[in-house]
């Protein structure tokens, strides 16, 4: 039986603010707050809360049949948290229906597992935490920031515990092979990959609303009989994409919500069900290995990460920023972590191309890309001088290596150590309740024994007139 897995990432971008480099060393705050506000509030009112308030209804309507897939990074989720609570309590209800599944992805939304696997692990660790916080579970299927992969992130994801990741199914990876499969990492065989079908996806995602496109008007039955006539072994249809694309790439005006609505009925009529990416790593076996030595994601024609590291200064940046990534490590300081997640997400990388795009690219408040590195590079100036302020430039880094390790060595330590009071602590208290337990016994012993005495003599006494006779 056909089955979809219908996935949808939320993420919100964190406006910088205009910086001088006059600023490097007197203004610490890089953020746009007002612009901020008012583009998560905008996205959670024209898209967000429509979108979820349809998928709950379609769960309402088709009970255990309809399910889906979110993942939130870090970043858009702090946005929300102080700008649009609503939409985070309609998630929460979403999850208590059982039938929604949260991934995992970096809490930056940043291109660490390009570089530096420890910021990386930490990143998605981050995020992962987070999610079982509000949600109530933690995440087993993971999803790197715009479906991002190579085979050593595959075995990066599996070091860390993860059934699944999603990636994109992309022509020059697969060659002949077909995306409605399930494959496996072959640096990590347990790993399962689930690949995006680019052209359902993109139908709906980029193609809805645009009159001159071939499909147009896409309709749910149309849509869901191309997905039936596909081979019959050909089973997994994943259509993953951003939850902006209701709403905001696709406006709510061109009906996109009753096309949304529809797909549960017109796939349940031609046998097709709904599954979660946890449910399909589980009951569905890889049919073999998927190779991927170079990197993939979902962006642009390339499917690569041209688009945030293709040209010089997008480069310059992006080294720049990782040069320090073990120190923030080290420095662990609550005002640096949070810049350093804001830092690094991709948008800022993104900001900076200078490749054409089939899809619009909004920059905000830059001009130009090179404008909007001449701001990154003055904010990511002043961040860096207070990295070095904490661990001064004149650290080399077999000095960095050597502290790294003794700090991973004390972690190491103190954990054995906690485990071992947990181990302790538990033998204690299993020994005060086994010496609770034998002071009752000899409590209740102690309170018998004068009524066995009491009977004795009792029974001495009646026979002792008999005795004198």
């Not at 120190?327 to 350093?340: C, L």
Request: proline residues 4%; contains cysteine; hydrophobic residues 35%.
């Amino acid at each position: 039986m056909k089955t979809i897995c219908l996935y949808f990432e939320i993420h919100q971008i964190i406006h910088l603010k205009r910086y001088r480099f006059f600023d490097i060393g007197t203004d610490h705050y890089y953020y746009d707050d007002f612009e901020n506000e008012r583009s998560i509030s905008d996205i959670a009112e024209r898209s967000y809360m429509p979108a979820l308030n349809a998928f709950q209804e379609m769960i309402r309507d088709n009970g255990k049949y309809f399910k889906l897939a979110f993942s939130i990074s870090g970043v858009g989720l702090e946005q929300l948290e102080m700008h649009a609570p609503q939409v985070i309590t309609k998630l929460q209800e979403l999850n208590d229906t059982g039938c929604v599944e949260f991934l995992a992805e970096p809490y930056s939304h940043g291109l660490s597992s390009l570089v530096n696997e420890e910021t990386f692990a930490d990143d998605v660790k981050k995020q992962a935490a987070k999610m079982q916080e509000y949600f109530g579970k933690k995440p087993t299927v993971l999803r790197n920031s715009s479906l991002i992969y190579t085979d050593s992130i595959g075995a990066q994801a599996a070091a860390m515990g993860f059934k699944g990741m999603l990636t994109e199914g992309a022509k020059h990876v697969l060659g002949w092979k077909s995306p409605h499969y399930v494959y496996n990492c072959p640096m990590a065989p347990n790993l399962k990959l689930l690949l995006r079908d680019i052209e359902l996806s993109d139908d709906v995602s980029l193609r809805f609303n645009n009159s001159e496109w071939d499909g147009y008007p896409l309709f749910a039955d149309n849509y869901m009989d191309r997905i039936a006539s596909l081979p019959e072994n050909e089973q997994i249809i994943n259509i993953f994409m951003e939850l902006s694309a209701i709403g905001i790439a696709q406006p709510l005006s061109s009906n996109i919500l009753e096309f949304i609505k529809a797909l549960p009925a017109c796939a349940k009529a031609r046998g097709i069900n709904f599954s979660t990416p946890t449910e399909i790593c589980l009951k569905m076996n890889s049919v073999g290995d998927l190779d991927v030595p170079d990197t993939l994601s979902w962006v642009d024609e390339e499917r690569d990460v041209s688009c945030w590291l293709g040209n010089p200064m997008q480069r310059e940046a992006f080294n720049k920023l990782y040069s320090v990534a073990d120190r923030v490590r080290i420095a662990n300081d609550p005002r640096i972590n949070q810049d350093w997640d804001y830092l690094q997400a991709s948008n800022n990388f993104r900001f900076m191309t200078t490749k054409p795009s089939n899809v619009g690219l909004d920059r905000g408040i830059y001009s130009s890309p090179f404008d909007a590195f001449t701001n990154y590079m003055n904010i990511l100036g002043d961040f860096m001088n207070r990295v070095n302020t904490l661990y001064p430039e004149e650290i080399d880094n077999e000095e960095l290596n050597s502290l790294l390790t003794t700090i991973k060595n004390q972690g190491d330590e103190i954990e054995m150590k906690d485990k071992e009071i947990v181990r302790l602590k538990a033998k204690v208290e299993k020994m005060q309740a086994a010496e609770e337990k034998l002071k009752v016994k000899m409590e209740k012993a102690k309170s018998a024994k004068p009524a066995a005495k009491r009977t004795s003599t009792k029974r001495v006494a009646s026979k002792t007139p008999d005795t004198e006779k």
